[in-house]
């Protein structure tokens, strides 16, 4: 039995002028909100690795050296999140509510939010490249999120 998803995994129709976007919200106010196109990407490849790599990518100054974690609805996002069923479902639900006339709508149209917390400390090089199992184990020692 093959083990790729029924759902699309990526790309709108050829002759949709509809841009895909993630859009980080950084729970640092000083942070602007962070969109990044994924028309082309390939959803399976959107992971929290994927997320930070942007983020410092495209936020270096701001994000540099810091733990950075993901919530999406209240959820902390960690490296098993199915995130790539998640942003078809959410695209799939868009579409279908695409013939309602709310301008409210048009303007969030084609977009996933994430929220992102950025960490007030420097972390090493070792636990920058550790951060999914530092998200896999869970809440910090002090209970914060």
Known sequence: MSQEPLLPLYRTAPSSPIRRFI??????VNIRDLEVDITDVPYREITT?????????????????????????????????????ELSRHFIRQDAASNS??????????????????????????????????????PSREGIT
């Open 23 to 28: 859009v980080i919200r950084f729970s640092d």
């Open 49 to 85: 690795r994927w997320l930070r790599q942007k983020c410092r990518e495209l936020r270096p100054q701001e994000t540099e050296c810091r733990r950075l974690k993901f919530i999406r609805s209240g959820a902390l996002l960690n490296s098993q999140a199915d995130l790539s069923s």
């Open 101 to 138: 006339n709310d301008s409210n709508r048009d303007q969030s149209r084609g977009k996933f939010y994430i929220h992102c917390i950025v960490g007030t400390e420097r972390l090493a090089r070792d636990q920058l490249l550790n951060e999914d199992a530092m998200d896999d184990v869970g």
